[in-house]
């Protein structure tokens, strides 16, 4: 049970049980360990400074306290940054490192920020550039050493026991219900909103979180964070560490995944689908490159894996228990051996992923929640009778949920955020009566398990009338190993059509085996037989669906849709708006070719 009212008690909480790794980060190669006593000085220190500088809390409203931003990738500073703020009652605005420059700068000027911290030197160069356009911000300080920029260690000083004193008393006075932070979401349309969150917010799904967490059965409390520490998920699962006397370890970037994994050998960690997606595509890679018996006994083991808690009994657990011997356990060797739950959110979990690394002893735990939600509104249990495939699980305790009449979400709770920063209008749009209106399409399955079946702005109707809901045919589509993206459209449109992004990598697979010169991406989408094959794939998943919702034309895109091309949101979301509009020429096509059954972009 957590005794604590606010976020920064972690510090108290850790000092009853200190440890000598409590976060650590790669440094020329090496990892780092920075123990319990080490961190919460250098808090206490940065904290100091702070209020040296003359940041404060004023006079305690939201609008009238300071605000320090924060830009840069996982590492311990980010958390000792975090909870420096938090104690002198200022509110951080963490920030995505890749967020546009004119994004940044539109954040910086709502938030009014005093001072920033930086990760690295583009970083240092990115916000050297908008600066002069952000009058409030007195102080830059960077992370890493970089020419003509401050290191943040200049604050890193003794204090003296009457600063020390002072500093205390502030961080008593700091309320539960004061808000901790505003994080902007870009969302897949339109203006950055800062979201106001509370220490109760955040605390609260903490506490809820934990009681997930203990079902787990972890020989020892160590994680692996990769995913940016300025999204709410990631920030409140920190936070369950913090509390929990767990090591953090910080990879030092998404391509080292693999290899950090291997060397931390960590428990527990956090992902979006995306990243299993892609170790999947791995993993099917090695196993395309096995011969005879090996590669027969490999995709045995994944036709086991995809009918998980589909098929029961004695034999199939035998069946399993083979499999688990000759080829999940080298799977789980992979990444370290002791990796024991996998939990995901962002976005939805493609179920047959999930049915695979469960039966691979790496069990997905699948939620779901919003930014506004803090996040977590409903989470999938490590016991059997608490975990549904094809939905985001049973609520969490203390979050209420109800269906409005239109199917959309509504979410009440402490986990419900304060509003938007100086946005009533917005607020009070999406806050009615104590409920938050998600803007997500829904159901409760068996009345227990929370199912979400689309977004409520992404239902479209077709020009005959008939409503179609895109998301539930993309989730079951992109199963497919050789469909890596997909966006389903059709608005005002005579039938359902859907844009689509080949799992390159599969393909080039499938087209060694079928003799097929692969010399490009560009080339090989408008191959008569690739277009067959991906026809074959559309015919096969169609019949369940109804007639409006299936998928009548297609086009075939060489170039994957990312965060730097700005199809997607920094987490990974599709922005529609922008892929309609960027592919608009493409998607004419299909609806004024008449003769052909699909198209490809040229």
């Given at each position: 049970m957590i005794n604590a009212t606010r976020l920064f008690d972690c510090i108290r909480v850790q000092a009853e049980a200190p440890v000598n790794n409590l976060l650590n980060a790669k440094q020329n190669g090496e990892w780092k360990a920075y123990g319990t006593a080490e961190v919460h000085d250098k808090i206490n220190q940065l904290a100091v400074s702070l209020l040296r500088m003359?940041?404060?809390?004023?006079?305690?409203?939201?609008?009238?306290?300071?605000?320090?931003?924060?830009?840069?990738?996982?590492?311990?500073?980010?958390?000792?940054?975090?909870?420096?703020?938090?104690?002198?009652?200022?509110?951080?605005?963490?920030l995505y490192p890749n967020t546009s420059n004119k994004e940044l700068e539109q954040i910086l000027n709502s938030a009014e920020v005093k001072c920033i911290f930086i990760g690295n030197k583009e970083l240092c160069s990115k916000i050297a550039e908008i600066s002069p356009n952000v009058p409030s911000l007195k102080w830059i300080f960077s992370f890493d050493r970089v020419d003509g920029c401050k290191h943040w260690e200049e604050l890193l000083n003794p204090f003296t026991t009457e600063e020390y004193r002072q500093l205390q008393q502030i961080s008593s006075g700091v309320r539960a219900d004061q808000v901790s932070t505003i994080i902007y979401t870009s969302g897949t349309a339109g203006t950055p909103k800062g979201v106001m969150l509370t220490h109760e917010n955040i605390?609260?799904?903490?506490?809820?979180?934990?009681?997930?967490?203990?079902?787990?059965?972890?020989?020892?409390?160590?994680?692996?964070?990769?995913?940016?520490?300025?999204?709410?998920?990631?920030?409140?699962?920190t936070y369950i560490y913090l509390f929990n006397g767990f090591s953090i370890y910080y990879a030092e970037n998404m391509d080292t995944i693999g290899a950090n994994m291997k060397e931390v050998k960590p428990y527990i960690f956090t992902a979006v689908p995306r990243l299993l997606e892609k170790v999947f595509e791995r993993i099917m890679q090695e196993g395309q490159k096995l011969k005879g018996i090996k590669k027969k006994i490999f995709f045995t083991a994944i036709n086991l894996a995809e009918q998980y808690e589909i098929k029961t009994g004695w034999w199939y657990q035998i069946k399993l228990a083979i499999a688990d011997m000759l080829v999940f356990s080298k799977w789980?060797?992979?990444?370290?051996?002791?990796?024991?739950?996998?939990?995901?959110?962002?976005?939805?979990?493609p179920v047959r992923l999930e049915r695979i690394f469960?039966?691979?002893?790496?069990?997905?735990?699948?939620?779901?929640?919003?930014?506004?939600?803090?996040?977590?509104?409903?989470?999938?249990?490590?016991?059997?009778?608490?975990r549904k495939y094809g939905t985001v699980g049973p609520l969490l305790k203390g979050v209420e949920v109800k269906i409005d009449g239109d199917g959309e979400i509504l979410c009440k709770g402490p986990n419900v955020m304060r509003g938007y920063y100086k946005d009533p209008a917005m607020t009070a749009l999406v806050l009615q009566d104590g409920w938050f209106h998600t803007g997500d399409i829904g159901e409760l399955d068996q009345g227990y398990f929370l199912k979400i079946t689309d977004r409520k702005k992404e239902i479209f109707k077709t020009s005959g009338g008939k409503y179609v809901a895109p998301l539930p045919i993309e989730n079951r589509m992109k199963e497919s190993l050789f469909i890596e993206q997909m966006m389903v459209i059709g608005a005002e449109r005579?039938?359902?059509a859907a844009l689509i992004v080949p799992s390159f990598t599969n393909l080039k697979l499938w087209c060694q085996q079928n003799k097929i010169a692969y010399l490009s991406n560009e080339s090989i989408v408008e191959n008569p037989m690739v277009i067959s094959f991906y026809q074959s794939i559309i015919d096969s998943y169609n019949p369940e669906f109804n007639h409006v919702e299936q998928v009548k034309k297609f086009v075939l895109l060489p170039v994957e849709w990312t965060i730097e091309g700005g199809e997607l949101t920094p987490t990974s979301k599709m922005k529609r708006r922008?892929?309609?509009?960027?592919?608009?020429?493409?998607?004419e096509k299909i609806y004024t070719d008449e003769t052909n059954e699909f198209t490809v972009m040229h």
């Open positions: 003359g940041v404060s809390a004023h006079d305690g409203t939201t609008e009238g306290r300071d605000k320090i931003a924060l830009i840069c990738s996982g590492r311990p500073e980010w958390l000792i940054t975090d909870l420096a703020v938090q104690q002198i009652g200022a509110i951080l605005v963490p605390l609260s799904n903490v506490k809820a979180c934990t009681e997930v967490l203990t079902e787990i059965p972890l020989r020892e409390k160590k994680a692996l964070s990769f995913l940016p520490l300025n999204h709410i998920f990631e920030k409140m699962c789980r060797q992979a990444i370290g051996g002791n990796v024991k739950a996998i939990i995901v959110g962002s976005s939805a979990c469960t039966a691979a002893k790496m069990t997905v735990l699948e939620g779901y929640g919003l930014t506004e939600t803090s996040p977590v509104i409903a989470v999938n249990r490590y016991s059997k009778n608490q005579k039938f359902t922008v892929i309609l509009e960027k592919y608009k020429v493409e998607i």
